[in-house]
Structures are given as C-alpha cells and as structure tokens.
C-alpha cells in the first residue's frame, strides 16, 4: 500500500516517487524558479536536462520531458 493524507488523496512523496518511477528524472530544486533542470536517467545513459522556460514554450517543454520517456513498458 501507500500512504494516503486524511482527504483521500495520496501524499506528496508517494506523488513524487510514482512521476520517478515513470520519468526517471531526479529534478534540482535548487534552481531559480524561471530554469529547469535535472538529470534524466535513460536506459542507456543519464542525460542532463538544463532549460530556461522563459525562452520556451509550456508545451514545448512538457513534449521534450515527455519525449524522454521510454514507450516500451
């Protein structure tokens, strides 16, 4: 099972290792709030993600991180 807060909705932290085990991108919080960063673990190799969203659209943006995922389950 997971954890789930009072209201029905999982946490925060089950949330995060759910998008992990999907994505595979361990993200830098540490940033400024306008750049994206991250490592994306590939099945071949890690791949740094480094990118201004000020400088790119928000779709553009979610299909390039999307595009990172593998498709074979």
Same mark, same amino acid.
Request: aromatic fraction near 16%; hydrophobic fraction near 35%.
């Given at each position: 099972?997971? *954890?789930? *807060? =009072?209201?029905?909705?999982?946490?925060? +932290? !089950?949330?995060?290792?759910? !998008?992990?085990?999907?994505?595979?991108? =361990?993200?830098?919080? *540490?940033?400024?709030? +306008?750049?994206?960063?991250?490592? #994306? !673990?590939?099945? =071949?190799?890690?791949?740094?993600?480094?990118? =201004?969203?000020? #400088? #790119?659209?928000?779709?553009?943006?979610?299909?390039?991180?999307?595009?990172?995922?593998?498709?074979?389950?």
């Amino acid at each position: 099972g997971y *954890e789930r *807060e =009072d209201d029905g909705v999982p946490s925060a +932290a !089950y949330v995060t290792q759910l !998008y992990y085990k999907i994505s595979r991108i =361990d993200w830098d919080y *540490e940033v400024e709030p +306008a750049r994206i960063k991250g490592i #994306h !673990y590939g099945p =071949d190799i890690a791949q740094p993600i480094n990118m =201004d969203s000020s #400088h #790119h659209s928000r779709c553009f943006i979610s299909d390039y991180l999307w595009s990172l995922v593998p498709t074979a389950w």
